[in-house]
């Protein structure tokens, strides 16, 4: 006898695209193969806190797969632990995670999916440790949870780039310039490797490599030594120059990482302007990483994430997150999934493969 009959899902964290696709396959799995029902809280643990929801049946996913961000909404603010209130004028931070608990309970809600980046997922934890049965599914563009061989949205945010480098290429080409393109990553420089792999890059630069504006300027002078005047950079946003320091845009005080890392994209231009004889423009490419619609494979990672998420709320184990490992779908402990962040071997093979083909990552 099932003791699980109804669900709830929520979306946490910055959008990615393939959230939907998520839902679609949890909502359609769980209705169908496991006779529960399911209830969706709006804009993340927002809605949890607040008690706002709606009910999921197959007809709110019908048509959404191919859809970018979440029919739920999301917000990277509203952590129930720590949720800013206003008192005389000042805000406070204040636990109100017993209340987020007693608006499950009074829905009936017997598992919570929540599926998030690594602040969501601590919140997930913290949830379970509190007696909540909780579901993880990792989500992030940035492709940095260790969990997970591979996020959903991180293929999307790949190809968006490897575009964006196909289009700078003709102005690099034409105009003889050194075009910079930024992307985002946090402390990650997925994104930037694997787009500048891509993209036929001359220079990535990856937070995990700290770079030489000297070895920079080799690169692009000996490539017009051969007769090539332009160079394409591509510069993860958590870039660090060697003794440097990551350029921080803004600091967001109610968000679960209130650092929000972005600049070093102009201050490589202006740097390199100064350095080589060519002209420098630089592109950030922001946002769009996470906008439209997935990719295909995004498309059947979300899903095949959903239906797992979906057939363990319904059966256990409770407290644990789905990954892709390998070729398979496995579930792991959120407490494992959340213990580190996964970033780029500088030893790595890919590293090795992207320097054999001619990529300078400014060392
Ligand atoms: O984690 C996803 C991500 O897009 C990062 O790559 C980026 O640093 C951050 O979120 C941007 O956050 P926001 O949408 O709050 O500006």
Redesign the pocket.
């Given at each position: 006898m099932n003791s699980i009959k109804r669900i709830a899902v929520l979306t946490g964290g910055?959008d990615a695209p393939g959230l939907n696709g998520v839902i679609r396959a949890i909502v359609k799995t769980a209705i169908s193969r496991h006779q529960l029902e399911v209830y969706g809280f709006l804009d993340g643990f927002y809605g949890l806190i607040t008690n706002k929801y709606i009910k999921l049946e197959k007809s709110n996913v019908s048509g959404i797969l191919q859809r970018g961000g979440t029919i739920l909404g999301t917000s990277?603010r509203d952590n129930p632990f720590r949720f800013p209130v206003k008192k005389n004028g000042e805000t406070i931070y204040c636990d109100v995670s017993d209340d987020a608990i007693k608006n499950l309970e009074n829905l009936n809600i017997d598992v919570l999916v929540i599926i998030g980046?690594d602040g969501s997922l601590n919140i997930a934890h913290e949830l379970s440790q509190k007696g909540v049965k909780v579901i993880g599914v990792p989500k992030?563009?940035?492709n940095d949870l260790s969990a997970t061989d591979v996020t959903f949205g991180f293929d999307t945010a790949v190809t968006t780039a490897t575009e964006a480098l196909d289009k700078l290429h003709t102005t690099a080409e034409s105009h003889h310039r050194v075009m910079v393109l930024e992307v985002?990553?946090?402390y990650g420089g997925w994104i930037a490797l694997y787009s500048g792999l891509a993209g036929g890059a001359d220079v990535i630069l990856i937070p995990e490599i700290a770079f030489d504006y000297t070895k920079i300027k080799e690169k692009i002078e000996a490539r017009m030594a051969e007769g090539k005047l332009f160079s394409i950079i591509v510069v993860a946003?958590g870039a660090v120059e060697k003794e440097g320091q990551m350029v921080v845009a803004k600091m967001?005080e109610e968000s679960t990482d209130p650092v929000?890392?972005g600049g070093i994209g102009q201050v490589v231009t202006e740097r390199l302007a100064k350095l080589v004889g060519l002209e420098t423009r630089v592109t950030v490419l922001g946002?769009l990483q996470?906008g439209g619609s997935p990719t295909a494979t995004d498309r059947i990672l979300s899903s095949r994430f959903g239906v797992m998420a979906a057939n363990i709320a319904a059966k256990g184990p409770w407290g644990h997150m789905v990954a892709l490992n390998g070729k398979d779908i496995i579930n792991v402990p959120i407490v494992e999934g959340i213990k580190e962040l996964k970033t780029v071997n500088p030893n790595g093979e890919l590293v090795e493969a992207a320097k054999s083909v001619g990529i300078s990552f400014g060392i």
């Open positions: 910055g990277n980046g992030t563009i940035d985002m990553g946090r946003e967001i929000r890392l946002h996470r």
